[in-house]
């Protein structure tokens, strides 16, 4: 991140030469940066694809899980054994091994007026093998935008730290790949104080790939910032998933396939004041 300064954060219009992607706009020198495509803005921000009307919201489907471009394989519930870690320790890097439960359920499409998303809430549970205390915990949102082909990452974990990332991916893509960096306004990293003076995250990324045979992996990086250390660390965790169980559709999804089931859709949409 060094010698980088992030301003903001624009979706390019779609035109014939140019594809949706989530851009970051540099102010100063420009480094290695995260958070999207590095564009040169020096001629004007880029219009906004969202038009005007901020306040009016587009049809969606009611079934989030076909609608879920590349997050589409990562639905249900999931479990790794194979986990490796590599973590800040007093000398310098641990590393150990762990197992993870992580489950990911569709949720009803979401809409800021003209935006829409549709995704996945998730927890992920992680312990030592053989062991009952958690040794990692998280939870958050996978978020697909089809109109700007934008997948984006919300994180919390229980140790008073919290972040938001984001990258372009195609719907069809096996893998993508999302990113934060701290003192951003937009897909920014935020910290308790402790935190912030002891192990400051200034980056953050994580590379998610589906595979051939139904499993998933996850590659992250959260760089470091460590008093008396010359450079960064790289907390870095990888797993590969299998599942163990389907997702449950969305609440509108259940609702749609109830009222097809007892042929009452249409008088549903008739009369409002059915529930
Ligand atoms: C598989 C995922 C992860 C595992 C197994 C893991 C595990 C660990 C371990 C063992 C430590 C050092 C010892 C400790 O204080 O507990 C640590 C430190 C830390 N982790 Fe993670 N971590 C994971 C992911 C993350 C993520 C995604 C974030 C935030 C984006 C994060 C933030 C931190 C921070 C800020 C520290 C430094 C605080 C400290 O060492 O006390 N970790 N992690």
């Not at 992607?21 to 480094?31: A, F, H, K, L, Y």
């Not at 569709?106 to 040794?135: A, W």
């Not at 919290?162 to 893998?175: E, I, K, M, N």
Request: hydrophobic share 35%.
């Amino acid at each position: 991140m060094t010698g980088t300064t992030l301003a903001r954060s624009q979706i390019l219009p779609r035109s014939p030469s140019t594809r949706r992607v989530p851009v970051i706009e540099i102010r100063g020198t420009v480094g290695p940066v995260s958070g999207g495509a590095i564009v040169d803005t020096s001629e004007g921000p880029s219009p906004d694809p969202y038009g005007p009307d901020i306040f009016t919201e587009p049809d969606g489907e009611a079934d989030t899980l076909a609608k879920l471009g590349p997050l589409a394989a990562m639905a249900g519930i999931w479990r790794g054994a194979k986990g490796v870690d590599q973590h800040p320790v007093a000398g310098g890097t641990g590393s150990e091994t762990f197992i993870e439960h992580y489950e990911l359920q569709p949720i009803d499409r979401q809409t800021n007026g003209p935006q829409l998303f549709y995704g996945l809430r998730y927890h992920t549970h992680i312990v030592k093998p053989g062991e009952v205390e958690t040794f990692h915990d998280q939870v958050g949102y996978w978020l697909w935008e089809p109109a700007t082909e934008t997948v984006t990452l919300t994180l919390a974990v229980p140790r008073g730290q919290v972040l938001l990332a984001a990258g372009p991916a195609r719907a069809d893509a096996s893998g993508f790949e999302v990113s934060a960096a701290v003192g951003t306004e937009v897909y920014g990293i935020l910290s308790n104080p402790f935190l912030e003076r002891n192990f400051k995250m200034l980056d953050y990324r994580i590379r998610v790939s589906v595979n051939t045979d139904g499993t998933w992996s996850y590659d992250e990086e959260g760089l470091m910032a460590i008093p008396g250390r010359d450079a960064p660390f790289t907390h870095r965790e990888r797993n590969t998933l299998t599942r163990i169980g389907p997702p449950t559709p969305n609440p509108l999804a259940r609702a749609a396939r109830a009222d097809w089931s007892l042929g009452i859709g249409d008088l549903r949409h008739q009369d409002q004041r059915l529930p």
